[in-house]
């Protein structure tokens, strides 16, 4: 094969290729070295140490911090206009040259940009206090306070009281995802399925944790029923039926309003229960127009409640608000423990294999501070 161009002409078929074991690169020859490669004027034509170590940054999810080819010389020159080519739609006219019959051409066209990989935001998360634990086993003591003050007569005195605690032990479950790429998939594939993996891999970390949590909230907090819908009006008039602030304040005398102590901070919605709470006119006044961001996420509640946030994400159920505290008195605990990934390339199939683990455990750990708030709305299709 011969390939040429105005400036550069590579007689391949007539060049020799030799591998120097003293420093792995290639050289190429127009003759059979019989002492040293300076005799026959042999030349650098490809880094097997570069090659090694892009190899290792495909395998660890690090692709763009590829900074070096491996060819050299005339044959990096050919290497970066066979790149310029596949940049300005050289995919399509690698598929025509290919064709042995002209009236049967198919044309490959592939975009660049690979779509699909992105993910949405995972919020749950923010309904918990996030606790490490580097050794996966944690024990949590809750203090059980005595009675109030005795009224005492004349030489009299208290009887003496103790305080009791109560421990409660809990241990972060592993999560794990494995996927392998074959050499088959990487070779033929036009863009880089491996890399991509790792990319929507990282995702599934995030969305287990906001899982785990909005489903430890759903199932086990305290449900207390909202006094009347938030999404009813009067008859004939642009007036709500029911004011969804005294739910609000039932959650905080439950929880701020007693001896418990918390801090209600956090309230979780989905983002068409959270429209129906924006669209009350006892939070939005009669005439004044509401907007909601639907987007999942963490913004302020409004309706006159400063310093309390709603976590926005459609895996709550509609009509439920779970208002937690995450700060005094922690509702909710999200315990996490070590993470890690792990790669590996089987030389035998020429496979890549990439892991991801994660310990984590999303746990109430103070009943007390929180409400799951039910029937507010009539859930609708979406």
Not at 15 to 22: E, K, M, V
Not at 146 to 165: A, D, S, T, W
Not at 171 to 189: C, H, M, P, R
Request: proline share 4%; glycine share 10%.
């Amino acid at each position: 094969m011969e390939v040429n161009d105005q400036e550069i002409k590579i007689a391949s078929d007539k060049l020799s290729f030799w591998g120097n074991p003293t420093n792995d690169i290639v050289y190429a020859t127009y003759g059979a070295p019989n002492y040293s490669f300076s005799e026959v004027g042999a030349y650098p034509v490809y880094d097997m140490n570069i090659k090694a170590e892009n190899q290792v940054l495909l395998r660890t999810g690090k692709a763009d911090e590829i900074s070096k080819s491996p060819w050299l010389g005339e044959f990096y020159d050919k290497y970066q206009e066979w790149h310029s080519l596949m940049a300005a739609g050289g995919a399509q006219r690698m598929a025509a040259q290919t064709s042995t019959d002209h009236t049967a051409i198919e044309v490959l066209n592939v975009h660049a940009e690979v779509f699909g990989r992105r993910e949405r935001i995972f919020a749950g998360k923010n309904l918990a206090q996030i606790i490490n634990v580097p050794q996966l086993v944690i024990d949590i003591d809750t203090l059980k306070k005595y009675g109030n003050m005795e009224r005492l007569g004349e030489l009299m005195v208290p009887k003496p009281k103790i305080i009791k605690y109560t421990r409660a032990h809990f241990e972060a479950v592993k999560w794990g995802l494995i996927f392998e790429t074959s050499e088959e998939d990487q070779l033929k594939n036009i863009h880089n399925p491996h890399q991509d993996a790792i990319t929507i891999a990282g995702t599934k970390v995030e969305s287990r944790g906001s899982f785990d949590v909005i489903e430890e909230l759903l199932a086990n907090l305290t449900t207390l029923a909202v006094v009347g819908s938030w999404e009813t009006f009067e008859a004939g008039a642009d007036r709500s039926s029911n004011n969804p602030q005294i739910d609000i304040g039932k959650v905080q005398l439950n929880t701020d309003g007693t001896g418990i102590g918390g801090r209600m901070n956090r309230i979780g919605m989905h983002q068409l229960t959270l429209a129906r709470w924006r669209g009350n006119s006892y939070n939005r006044g009669l005439i004044e127009p509401t907007l909601t961001n639907y987007e999942p996420g963490t913004e302020p509640l409004g309706g006159g409640f400063d310093g309390i946030g709603t976590v926005k994400d459609q895996m709550i159920d509609q009509g439920v608000a779970l208002a937690v505290s995450t700060e005094v008195e922690p509702t909710c605990a999200y315990f996490q423990g070590p993470q890690r990934v792990a790669s590996e390339h089987n030389n035998i199939t020429g496979s890549d294999v990439y892991g991801i683990f994660d310990f984590h455990l999303a746990a109430i750990i103070n009943s007390l501070t929180g409400r799951k708030l039910t029937a507010a709305t009539v859930p609708i299709a979406w």
